[in-house]
């Protein structure tokens, strides 16, 4: 396989990657959660961010 395939087979992935998730779920900026939620009062969740020690 060359280094040209390689490339052109990972795009046509992701791009159908892309695809199948718009076609799955239309985004909805109004349903975002915000970028930055400094000050927000928005509780952080999931990751290990949001279980830090006591």
Excluded: Q, W
């Excluded at 060359?2 to 076609?23: E, M, N, P």
């Amino acid at each position: 396989m060359t280094r040209a395939f390689t490339a052109s087979l990972a795009l046509v992935f992701v791009a159908g990657l892309i695809g199948f998730d718009l076609a799955n779920a239309r985004p909805n900026p109004y349903k975002a959660p915000p970028a930055f939620a400094l000050g927000s009062g928005a509780v952080p969740t999931g990751g290990f961010c949001g279980a830090l020690p006591n």
